[in-house]
């Protein structure tokens, strides 16, 4: 099983639906994070959460919001999908000394039609 | 804030050598990374550095300057599989996440 799953690989949607998407680790790492990817644009941050109760909105927090259901679990919703959402998403897990970098999840494409 | 510079594409030829720039201006510092991600899967990690210097791993070296905001990455005898994006990140002072630059994509020709 990979260190940290994402659920969806694939999604389209309709905007202004609600959707989320999940994000689970083995790693036992305390701090996840939620990235999106676009063409030319890199990977920018969405939310961060470095414990359970730790929630920090990223630089392009607008229109998302997330749940820390558990240290295995970081979810990431859209509350009225809109077609400027389109894109790959990304969580990643890191220990708290965040020196061996980030594990990724897989990623899930999502396209808002 | 973090200002991070890479270029956008780079073209090199099987078994040669390419050396991958990243400039960065930041507020506050405390390591960059380096990460290779082929098209449409995940990144995954290849270097971290911390300190000013050349750090060396397999076919695949990066160093950094703190002085000068300057990172690069070195990659040797290229092979075609080296066809990828190559994402670097600065990791700000605790309590931060990593912010990512845009990104170079290589490409290996034969």
């Known amino acids: 099983d990979a260190d940290v799953t994402q659920t969806p690989r694939n999604r389209i949607t309709k905007t202004g639906k609600r959707i989320m998407l999940e994000c689970s680790q083995t790693?036992?790492?305390?701090?996840m994070y939620w990235y999106r990817q676009d063409p030319g644009l890199g990977l920018r941050l969405i939310y961060y959460s470095f414990d359970v109760k730790d929630i920090n909105k990223g630089e392009i927090s607008d229109g998302y919001s997330v749940s820390r259901q558990a240290q295995a679990k970081f979810s990431l919703s859209l509350e009225s999908a809109i077609p400027n959402q389109t894109a790959l998403y990304f969580c990643a897990t890191s220990d708290s000394t965040g020196v061996a970098g980030y594990t990724f999840g897989s990623g899930t494409r999502l396209t808002v039609v | 804030g973090q200002n991070i510079d890479q270029p956008t594409e780079m073209t090199a030829t099987e078994g040669a050598i390419v050396q991958i720039n990243c400039t960065y201006q930041t507020s506050g510092f405390n390591g960059l990374f380096w990460y290779q991600q082929h098209a449409g899967e995940a990144p995954t990690f290849l270097s971290y550095?911390?300190?000013?210097g050349l750090e060396e791993k397999g076919r695949f070296s990066s160093f950094l300057s703190r002085s000068k905001g300057y990172s690069y990455l070195l990659l040797k005898e290229l092979q075609m599989k080296d066809s990828a994006s190559y994402l670097c990140?600065?990791?700000?002072?605790?309590?931060?996440?990593?912010?990512f630059g845009k990104g170079t994509s290589l490409l290996v020709t034969p």
């Open positions: 790693k036992g790492h305390d701090r």
């Open positions: 990140a600065v990791k700000p002072n605790s309590g931060y996440a990593l912010n």
């Open positions: 550095n911390v300190l000013d």
